[in-house]
């Protein structure tokens, strides 16, 4: 008898509580947690496409003064890519937006709202 008392006290793991309160910490630092990765995936994107909006309008710059356009001219895509930008296609907006180029005076904008250039 006083052996089968010894087995039941020796055995060795953890009560519900414990469990309980180990993933009520694990849900909190994942309530705080998540959100953070959300903003800084979605501000990672917009800098990015701020970035390739410099690129199009570094690259446009460069190809008006080297055609001597005026500021009303307009550019497109093809006059760019090879030899301004390289590749064959035009960067691509991460959030899913498109570019518009424009002409030599105006900056090239992005569909998607809160990508502009500064």
Do not use: W
């Not at 008392?5 to 020796?10: F, G, M, Q, V």
């Not at 519900?16 to 909190?28: A, D, F, Q, S, Y």
């Not at 064959?88 to 900056?107: E, F, K, L, Q, R």
């Amino acid at each position: 008898m006083l052996s089968l008392n010894r087995i039941r006290k020796s055995r060795k793991g953890f009560t519900l509580i414990e469990i309980m309160i180990v993933v009520l910490i694990i849900g909190i630092l994942l309530a705080i947690a998540v959100p953070n990765f959300i903003q800084a995936r979605d501000s990672s994107r917009t800098k990015s496409c701020i970035a390739n909006l410099k690129q199009i309008d570094s690259a446009k710059q460069q190809y008006a003064m080297d055609n001597r356009l005026a500021g009303t001219a307009s550019v497109t895509s093809a006059n760019l890519l090879g030899t301004y930008i390289k590749g064959t296609a035009m960067p691509a907006c991460p959030g899913g937006g498109t570019y518009t180029i424009g002409t030599v005076d105006t900056d090239p904008t992005c569909t998607v709202t809160g990508h502009a250039l500064p």
